[in-house]
Protein backbone atom coordinates (compact mmCIF):
# COMPACT_ATOMS: atom_id res chain seq x y z
CA UNK A 1 0.00 0.00 0.00
CA UNK A 2 1.41 3.05 -1.10
CA UNK A 3 2.29 6.17 1.36
CA UNK A 4 -0.53 8.69 1.67
CA UNK A 5 -0.21 11.93 -0.91
CA UNK A 6 1.24 15.02 1.08
CA UNK A 7 1.39 19.03 -0.62
CA UNK A 8 -1.22 19.03 -1.73
CA UNK A 9 -3.36 18.33 0.72
CA UNK A 10 -1.88 20.66 3.54
CA UNK A 11 -1.84 20.81 7.53
CA UNK A 12 -4.05 23.98 7.46
CA UNK A 13 -6.73 23.97 4.99
CA UNK A 14 -9.83 25.91 4.25
CA UNK A 15 -12.47 24.60 2.12
CA UNK A 16 -13.03 26.88 -0.89
CA UNK A 17 -15.50 29.26 -0.19
CA UNK A 18 -14.82 32.54 2.08
CA UNK A 19 -16.80 35.55 2.93
CA UNK A 20 -17.74 37.93 0.15
CA UNK A 21 -16.41 41.41 0.77
CA UNK A 22 -19.95 44.12 1.11
CA UNK A 23 -18.64 45.87 -2.28
CA UNK A 24 -19.31 42.53 -4.33
CA UNK A 25 -22.44 41.64 -2.26
CA UNK A 26 -23.92 44.78 -2.96
CA UNK A 27 -23.23 45.23 -6.72
CA UNK A 28 -24.80 41.57 -7.07
CA UNK A 29 -27.43 42.16 -5.06
CA UNK A 30 -28.42 44.87 -7.32
CA UNK A 31 -27.81 43.39 -10.51
CA UNK A 32 -30.37 40.60 -9.07
CA UNK A 33 -32.90 43.28 -7.93
CA UNK A 34 -32.64 44.93 -11.62
CA UNK A 35 -31.38 48.23 -10.36
CA UNK A 36 -28.13 47.75 -11.69
CA UNK A 37 -26.41 45.87 -14.77
CA UNK A 38 -23.50 43.70 -14.81
CA UNK A 39 -21.16 46.75 -16.00
CA UNK A 40 -18.37 46.76 -13.97
CA UNK A 41 -18.98 43.44 -11.95
CA UNK A 42 -16.08 41.32 -13.56
CA UNK A 43 -13.60 44.24 -12.68
CA UNK A 44 -14.96 44.04 -9.32
CA UNK A 45 -14.57 39.90 -8.97
CA UNK A 46 -11.16 40.47 -10.31
CA UNK A 47 -10.25 42.67 -7.41
CA UNK A 48 -12.09 41.06 -4.92
CA UNK A 49 -10.49 38.14 -5.82
CA UNK A 50 -7.01 39.36 -5.78
CA UNK A 51 -7.72 41.07 -2.09
CA UNK A 52 -8.96 37.41 -0.51
CA UNK A 53 -6.01 35.79 -2.31
CA UNK A 54 -3.57 38.21 -0.51
CA UNK A 55 -5.60 37.34 2.47
CA UNK A 56 -4.91 33.73 2.62
CA UNK A 57 -1.41 33.93 1.43
CA UNK A 58 -1.25 36.90 4.26
CA UNK A 59 -2.57 33.61 6.84
CA UNK A 60 -0.14 31.05 5.20
CA UNK A 61 -2.44 28.95 3.69
CA UNK A 62 -0.47 27.04 0.70
CA UNK A 63 -4.18 25.58 -0.85
CA UNK A 64 -5.31 28.95 -2.41
CA UNK A 65 -8.70 29.41 -3.48
CA UNK A 66 -10.76 32.35 -5.58
CA UNK A 67 -13.52 32.06 -2.61
CA UNK A 68 -15.76 31.17 -5.02
CA UNK A 69 -16.74 35.07 -5.38
CA UNK A 70 -17.83 34.24 -9.06
CA UNK A 71 -20.18 31.68 -8.24
CA UNK A 72 -23.67 31.95 -6.92
CA UNK A 73 -23.41 28.58 -4.82
CA UNK A 74 -20.73 26.54 -3.99
CA UNK A 75 -20.72 24.11 -7.08
CA UNK A 76 -20.76 26.19 -9.68
CA UNK A 77 -22.18 25.91 -13.72
CA UNK A 78 -20.64 22.83 -14.00
CA UNK A 79 -24.39 20.67 -14.34
CA UNK A 80 -26.03 23.43 -16.56
CA UNK A 81 -23.04 23.68 -19.19
CA UNK A 82 -23.41 19.95 -20.13
CA UNK A 83 -24.88 19.22 -23.30
CA UNK A 84 -28.42 17.30 -22.23
CA UNK A 85 -28.99 19.53 -18.76
CA UNK A 86 -31.01 22.50 -18.55
CA UNK A 87 -32.22 24.60 -15.26
CA UNK A 88 -35.44 24.53 -14.63
CA UNK A 89 -37.39 27.14 -13.30
CA UNK A 90 -40.55 26.89 -10.23
CA UNK A 91 -40.77 23.45 -10.84
CA UNK A 92 -43.70 21.14 -9.50
CA UNK A 93 -42.32 19.65 -5.99
CA UNK A 94 -43.76 16.38 -6.78
CA UNK A 95 -40.57 15.82 -8.59
CA UNK A 96 -38.87 16.04 -5.48
CA UNK A 97 -37.73 12.89 -2.67
CA UNK A 98 -38.89 14.92 0.02
CA UNK A 99 -37.07 13.29 2.79
CA UNK A 100 -33.42 14.25 0.75
CA UNK A 101 -32.10 16.71 3.74
CA UNK A 102 -31.97 20.01 1.60
CA UNK A 103 -35.22 19.55 -0.28
CA UNK A 104 -36.98 18.93 3.04
CA UNK A 105 -35.39 21.97 4.74
CA UNK A 106 -36.56 24.21 1.70
CA UNK A 107 -40.49 22.34 1.87
CA UNK A 108 -40.50 22.87 5.46
CA UNK A 109 -39.48 26.74 5.14
CA UNK A 110 -42.51 26.66 1.73
CA UNK A 111 -39.54 27.33 -0.86
CA UNK A 112 -39.18 25.79 -4.19
CA UNK A 113 -35.84 24.00 -3.88
CA UNK A 114 -32.96 26.72 -5.57
CA UNK A 115 -31.54 26.29 -8.90
CA UNK A 116 -32.93 23.25 -9.96
CA UNK A 117 -31.12 20.90 -13.45
CA UNK A 118 -32.75 18.33 -14.82
CA UNK A 119 -31.88 15.95 -17.67
CA UNK A 120 -33.71 16.58 -20.70
CA UNK A 121 -31.47 14.76 -23.16
CA UNK A 122 -28.23 12.97 -24.01
CA UNK A 123 -25.18 14.26 -21.38
CA UNK A 124 -22.14 14.76 -22.59
CA UNK A 125 -19.37 17.54 -22.53
CA UNK A 126 -19.63 20.75 -24.06
CA UNK A 127 -16.01 20.92 -24.37
CA UNK A 128 -15.70 24.00 -22.40
CA UNK A 129 -15.36 24.25 -19.04
CA UNK A 130 -17.44 25.81 -17.22
CA UNK A 131 -14.35 26.21 -14.32
CA UNK A 132 -11.63 26.93 -16.78
CA UNK A 133 -11.57 30.45 -16.44
CA UNK A 134 -11.75 30.42 -12.85
CA UNK A 135 -8.63 28.81 -12.49
CA UNK A 136 -7.02 30.53 -15.60
CA UNK A 137 -7.72 34.14 -13.51
CA UNK A 138 -6.55 32.14 -10.10
CA UNK A 139 -2.76 31.39 -12.24
CA UNK A 140 -2.24 34.78 -13.51
CA UNK A 141 -2.36 36.36 -10.20
CA UNK A 142 0.16 33.82 -8.34
CA UNK A 143 3.61 32.95 -8.99
CA UNK A 144 4.31 30.06 -11.54
CA UNK A 145 5.45 27.36 -8.39
CA UNK A 146 2.60 28.21 -6.86
CA UNK A 147 -0.31 26.89 -9.86
CA UNK A 148 0.39 23.63 -8.29
CA UNK A 149 -1.51 24.34 -5.23
CA UNK A 150 -4.25 26.15 -6.14
CA UNK A 151 -7.26 24.56 -5.36
CA UNK A 152 -10.21 24.07 -7.32
CA UNK A 153 -13.76 22.83 -5.98
CA UNK A 154 -16.54 21.06 -8.19
CA UNK A 155 -19.60 19.50 -7.93
CA UNK A 156 -20.88 16.65 -6.43
CA UNK A 157 -21.74 13.81 -9.31
CA UNK A 158 -24.71 12.56 -7.77
CA UNK A 159 -26.65 16.75 -6.77
CA UNK A 160 -28.99 16.00 -9.51
CA UNK A 161 -30.11 12.42 -8.73
CA UNK A 162 -31.28 11.63 -5.28
CA UNK A 163 -32.79 14.84 -4.69
CA UNK A 164 -35.05 13.73 -7.89
CA UNK A 165 -38.27 10.92 -7.15
CA UNK A 166 -36.89 7.20 -8.78
CA UNK A 167 -37.40 8.15 -12.38
CA UNK A 168 -37.87 11.51 -12.22
CA UNK A 169 -34.06 12.74 -12.77
CA UNK A 170 -34.02 11.90 -16.38
CA UNK A 171 -36.68 11.07 -19.34
CA UNK A 172 -37.22 7.04 -20.15
CA UNK A 173 -36.41 7.37 -24.05
CA UNK A 174 -33.38 9.30 -23.48
CA UNK A 175 -31.98 6.66 -20.47
CA UNK A 176 -33.23 3.22 -20.03
CA UNK A 177 -31.64 3.20 -15.94
CA UNK A 178 -29.19 4.47 -13.92
CA UNK A 179 -26.15 3.22 -15.29
CA UNK A 180 -26.81 4.85 -18.58
CA UNK A 181 -27.12 8.03 -16.81
CA UNK A 182 -24.51 7.69 -14.77
CA UNK A 183 -21.82 6.56 -17.23
CA UNK A 184 -22.34 9.75 -19.33
CA UNK A 185 -22.03 11.75 -16.55
CA UNK A 186 -18.57 9.98 -15.79
CA UNK A 187 -17.41 10.60 -19.12
CA UNK A 188 -18.53 14.40 -18.67
CA UNK A 189 -16.11 14.62 -15.29
CA UNK A 190 -13.53 12.48 -16.72
CA UNK A 191 -13.21 15.28 -20.05
CA UNK A 192 -13.51 18.14 -17.11
CA UNK A 193 -10.90 16.70 -15.10
CA UNK A 194 -8.63 16.22 -18.33
CA UNK A 195 -9.29 20.15 -19.55
CA UNK A 196 -8.24 21.89 -15.84
CA UNK A 197 -5.54 19.21 -15.59
CA UNK A 198 -4.11 19.94 -18.84
CA UNK A 199 -4.37 23.82 -17.87
CA UNK A 200 -2.01 22.55 -15.18
CA UNK A 201 -4.50 22.09 -11.68
CA UNK A 202 -3.28 19.20 -9.45
CA UNK A 203 -5.41 19.74 -6.80
CA UNK A 204 -9.13 19.57 -6.89
CA UNK A 205 -11.95 18.76 -4.11
CA UNK A 206 -15.32 17.57 -5.07
CA UNK A 207 -18.13 19.10 -2.44
CA UNK A 208 -20.56 16.70 -1.28
CA UNK A 209 -23.03 16.78 1.28
CA UNK A 210 -25.10 14.06 -0.19
CA UNK A 211 -22.93 11.09 0.64
CA UNK A 212 -23.38 12.64 4.58
CA UNK A 213 -27.03 12.57 4.07
CA UNK A 214 -26.53 8.68 4.24
CA UNK A 215 -25.43 9.45 7.61
CA UNK A 216 -28.53 10.93 8.62
CA UNK A 217 -31.68 8.54 10.20
CA UNK A 218 -34.76 10.60 8.80
CA UNK A 219 -33.69 10.47 5.25
CA UNK A 220 -33.14 6.40 5.31
CA UNK A 221 -36.46 6.38 7.35
CA UNK A 222 -37.76 8.24 4.43
CA UNK A 223 -35.83 6.01 1.76
CA UNK A 224 -37.37 2.95 3.51
CA UNK A 225 -41.19 4.69 3.03
CA UNK A 226 -40.94 5.57 -0.51
CA UNK A 227 -42.27 2.19 -2.08
CA UNK A 228 -41.08 4.06 -5.64
CA UNK A 229 -37.43 3.56 -4.96
CA UNK A 230 -36.27 0.09 -6.44
CA UNK A 231 -33.29 0.32 -4.43
CA UNK A 232 -32.35 -0.24 -0.97
CA UNK A 233 -30.53 2.89 0.48
CA UNK A 234 -27.10 0.83 1.20
CA UNK A 235 -27.73 -0.18 -2.75
CA UNK A 236 -27.29 3.10 -3.67
CA UNK A 237 -24.64 4.29 -1.59
CA UNK A 238 -23.04 1.60 -3.74
CA UNK A 239 -23.79 2.46 -7.05
CA UNK A 240 -22.65 6.09 -6.06
CA UNK A 241 -19.49 5.11 -4.86
CA UNK A 242 -19.12 3.25 -8.25
CA UNK A 243 -20.74 6.15 -10.30
CA UNK A 244 -17.65 8.52 -8.65
CA UNK A 245 -14.85 5.96 -9.08
CA UNK A 246 -15.64 6.22 -12.82
CA UNK A 247 -16.08 9.80 -12.90
CA UNK A 248 -12.96 10.59 -10.67
CA UNK A 249 -10.69 8.69 -13.55
CA UNK A 250 -7.38 10.85 -13.31
CA UNK A 251 -3.63 11.38 -13.79
CA UNK A 252 -1.78 9.98 -11.04
CA UNK A 253 -0.17 13.32 -10.00
CA UNK A 254 -3.83 14.83 -9.69
CA UNK A 255 -4.73 14.97 -5.81
CA UNK A 256 -8.48 14.52 -5.81
CA UNK A 257 -10.10 14.55 -2.05
CA UNK A 258 -14.13 14.72 -1.11
CA UNK A 259 -15.54 17.48 1.53
CA UNK A 260 -18.72 16.14 3.49
CA UNK A 261 -20.78 18.26 5.29
CA UNK A 262 -24.35 17.84 6.87
CA UNK A 263 -25.32 21.48 4.70
CA UNK A 264 -23.97 25.05 4.63
CA UNK A 265 -26.86 27.33 3.63
CA UNK A 266 -27.66 30.98 4.50
CA UNK A 267 -27.52 32.11 7.60
CA UNK A 268 -25.84 29.58 8.65
CA UNK A 269 -28.63 26.75 8.20
CA UNK A 270 -27.10 23.22 8.35
CA UNK A 271 -29.39 20.27 6.92
CA UNK A 272 -28.88 16.95 8.20
CA UNK A 273 -27.35 15.09 11.45
CA UNK A 274 -25.83 11.52 11.90
CA UNK A 275 -22.06 10.44 12.26
CA UNK A 276 -19.63 9.00 9.90
CA UNK A 277 -20.49 5.31 11.56
CA UNK A 278 -22.54 3.82 8.71
CA UNK A 279 -20.77 4.59 5.59
CA UNK A 280 -16.91 4.90 7.11
CA UNK A 281 -15.95 1.44 5.45
CA UNK A 282 -17.12 1.82 1.90
CA UNK A 283 -16.02 5.72 2.26
CA UNK A 284 -13.06 4.89 2.90
CA UNK A 285 -11.66 1.95 1.49
CA UNK A 286 -13.95 1.79 -2.17
CA UNK A 287 -14.24 5.56 -2.39
CA UNK A 288 -10.77 6.47 -5.08
CA UNK A 289 -10.10 9.98 -3.67
CA UNK A 290 -6.81 10.94 -1.40
CA UNK A 291 -7.87 13.14 1.17
CA UNK A 292 -11.66 13.52 2.96
CA UNK A 293 -12.43 16.64 4.27
CA UNK A 294 -14.57 16.22 7.12
CA UNK A 295 -17.17 17.99 9.14
CA UNK A 296 -16.43 17.77 12.72
CA UNK A 297 -16.96 20.96 14.68
CA UNK A 298 -20.52 20.01 16.39
CA UNK A 299 -22.23 16.83 17.95
CA UNK A 300 -23.94 16.51 14.95
CA UNK A 301 -21.61 14.68 12.86
CA UNK A 302 -20.52 12.09 15.58
CA UNK A 303 -17.48 10.80 17.05
CA UNK A 304 -13.91 10.29 16.08
CA UNK A 305 -14.46 6.25 16.41
CA UNK A 306 -15.26 6.17 12.13
CA UNK A 307 -11.66 7.40 11.69
CA UNK A 308 -10.28 3.98 12.50
CA UNK A 309 -11.09 2.92 9.43
CA UNK A 310 -9.02 5.35 7.24
CA UNK A 311 -6.51 3.22 5.18
CA UNK A 312 -3.03 3.89 5.42
CA UNK A 313 -2.58 5.64 1.83
CA UNK A 314 -5.55 7.95 3.06
CA UNK A 315 -5.18 11.69 4.82
CA UNK A 316 -8.44 13.25 6.19
CA UNK A 317 -8.71 16.64 7.32
CA UNK A 318 -10.43 17.26 10.21
CA UNK A 319 -12.96 20.30 10.29
CA UNK A 320 -13.06 21.26 13.84
CA UNK A 321 -13.37 24.77 13.49
CA UNK A 322 -17.35 26.10 12.45
CA UNK A 323 -17.53 28.72 9.82
CA UNK A 324 -21.20 28.97 10.95
CA UNK A 325 -20.64 31.07 13.88
CA UNK A 326 -18.19 34.07 15.18
CA UNK A 327 -17.39 32.51 18.56
CA UNK A 328 -13.73 31.55 18.20
CA UNK A 329 -12.46 28.51 19.38
CA UNK A 330 -10.43 27.35 21.78
CA UNK A 331 -6.76 26.60 19.86
CA UNK A 332 -5.41 24.50 23.06
CA UNK A 333 -8.98 21.82 23.06
CA UNK A 334 -9.13 22.23 19.10
CA UNK A 335 -5.33 20.75 19.19
CA UNK A 336 -6.22 17.78 21.71
CA UNK A 337 -9.88 16.86 19.43
CA UNK A 338 -6.97 16.32 16.85
CA UNK A 339 -4.64 14.12 19.13
CA UNK A 340 -7.74 12.11 20.04
CA UNK A 341 -8.47 11.61 16.54
CA UNK A 342 -5.16 10.22 15.84
CA UNK A 343 -5.97 7.99 18.50
CA UNK A 344 -8.76 6.41 16.57
CA UNK A 345 -6.62 6.21 13.65
CA UNK A 346 -3.81 4.60 14.90
CA UNK A 347 -6.18 2.46 16.77
CA UNK A 348 -7.66 1.08 13.23
CA UNK A 349 -4.10 0.98 10.89
CA UNK A 350 -1.87 -0.33 13.57
CA UNK A 351 0.33 2.96 13.26
CA UNK A 352 1.74 4.94 16.36
CA UNK A 353 -0.32 8.12 17.08
CA UNK A 354 2.38 10.29 15.63
CA UNK A 355 2.02 8.13 12.52
CA UNK A 356 -1.51 8.36 12.35
CA UNK A 357 -1.37 12.26 12.89
CA UNK A 358 1.56 12.29 9.57
CA UNK A 359 -2.10 12.17 7.83
CA UNK A 360 -4.36 14.40 9.33
CA UNK A 361 -4.74 18.24 8.78
CA UNK A 362 -6.78 20.68 10.36
CA UNK A 363 -9.70 22.84 8.60
CA UNK A 364 -13.20 24.86 9.43
CA UNK A 365 -15.82 22.39 8.87
CA UNK A 366 -17.18 23.70 5.89
CA UNK A 367 -17.21 27.10 3.27
CA UNK A 368 -17.56 30.59 4.75
CA UNK A 369 -20.17 31.10 2.56
CA UNK A 370 -21.59 28.24 0.19
CA UNK A 371 -24.39 30.88 -1.07
CA UNK A 372 -22.99 34.30 -2.06
CA UNK A 373 -24.63 35.86 1.08
CA UNK A 374 -22.55 33.81 3.33
CA UNK A 375 -23.33 32.36 7.17
CA UNK A 376 -23.73 34.90 10.30
CA UNK A 377 -20.10 36.02 11.13
CA UNK A 378 -18.60 38.95 9.76
CA UNK A 379 -15.73 38.92 7.20
CA UNK A 380 -13.16 39.46 10.02
CA UNK A 381 -14.45 36.61 12.19
CA UNK A 382 -13.65 34.39 9.00
CA UNK A 383 -9.62 36.02 9.02
CA UNK A 384 -9.43 35.41 12.97
CA UNK A 385 -10.56 31.30 11.91
CA UNK A 386 -8.47 30.88 9.51
CA UNK A 387 -5.14 32.14 11.10
CA UNK A 388 -6.29 30.29 14.35
CA UNK A 389 -6.55 27.02 11.87
CA UNK A 390 -3.02 28.08 10.97
CA UNK A 391 -1.63 28.33 14.14
CA UNK A 392 -3.40 25.18 15.27
CA UNK A 393 -1.50 23.51 12.39
CA UNK A 394 1.96 25.09 12.83
CA UNK A 395 1.30 23.37 16.58
CA UNK A 396 1.29 20.20 15.78
CA UNK A 397 2.74 19.92 12.64
CA UNK A 398 5.70 22.90 12.70
CA UNK A 399 7.53 24.09 9.86
CA UNK A 400 4.90 21.97 7.48
CA UNK A 401 2.79 23.72 4.87
Not at 11 to 31: D, F, M, T
Not at 217 to 235: A, H, L, P, S, V
Not at 256 to 271: A, D, E, K, P, Q
Not at 275 to 300: C, M, N, P, W
Amino acid sequence: MSAAPRDPPFRAEHLGSLLRPSKLLNKRHAIQQKKDSEDGLQPLEDESIREIVQIQLDCGFRAISDGEYRRHMFWGTFFPSLNGMKEIFNPDLKIFRQYVPDIAAFVEAEKVPGESVICDGKISHSGKSSYIDQFEFLKSITPTDRHGDIKMTLAAPNWYHLRYMEGMAYPKEVYQNDDQYFADIAKAYQAELKILYDAGLRNAQVDDPNLAYFCSEKMIEGWKQDNNNTRTIDELFDAYIAFYNDCFQRPADMHLGIHLCRGNFVNSRHFSEGGYDRIARKLFHDLEVSTYYLEYDTSRAGGFEPLKELPKNKNVILGVITSKFPKLEDKEEMKQRIYKAAEFVAAGSGESKDEALQRLGVSPQCGFASHEDGNLLEYDDMVKKLKLVRQIADEIWPGQP
